[in-house]
């Protein structure tokens, strides 16, 4: 009966030492993993190359700049203007991005839909956004077609008439967005940041759902003329 309890006490005694030896390893394989390396030597500073481009003033005074790029037969177009939501005045702030937003919404001779169908039946897309301080439309597009973008911006953008269906459409999906915004600590951080080291410089402003009722067609097309 000794021999047999002594057995016992062995066999826990050896299972024991295995499991100290086992952490023992594996304590050392994390060491191991996690010993402060020599990193690599970083790799050389590349050249850095920037693609070459025409640069050039219209008769009206419009500015062009031209990039080249050939690997795809497509061609993009961004029409940019001087103006942004620095320039929203206080307590319609979103203007510019309701503004720029309705460009393509409908023209004195095309719908919304009919706008869309004419840049998509040439596999065309369209996109509209405004910064603080400088707003955009886009076309990109087959290159053989180039002649329907420049048919289509200056429609969009020399005789857009604002539909005010169409506003009440951008006014919901812009309080939906901001609804998810306030919703995200970061955005609201960013919010707070810019209220404090801007203060009441235009670049503070930011929209609310307050801002975002007040906005009418009339102050879009105030906007737009001037």
Known sequence: MYRFIRRKKIKRQLKTASAVLLAVALLGLFAAAFAKQTPPPPDKIKKLTFPGYKEFALKNGMEVLVVEHHEQPVVSLYFVFKTGSALDPKGKESLASFTF???????????????????????????????????????????????????????????????E?????IRERTK?????????????????????????HPYGKKATAETVKTITRDDMVAYYQK
């Open 165 to 169: 269906e169409e506003l009440e459409v």
């Open 176 to 200: 939906t967005a901001l609804e998810l915004e306030l919703s995200q600590p970061s955005a609201m951080a960013q919010r707070h940041f810019d209220e404090i080291v801007y203060g009441d």
């Open 101 to 163: 937003d309705q460009l393509n919404k409908g023209t004195k001779t095309r719908t919304a839909l009919q706008l869309a169908e004419w840049i998509e039946s040439v596999g065309g897309s369209v996109g509209a956004f405004s910064g603080s301080d400088f707003s955009a439309i886009t076309v990109s597009i087959l290159s053989e077609y180039i002649d329907v973008a420049y048919q289509y911006l200056q429609d969009v953008v020399m005789n857009p008439v604002f539909p």
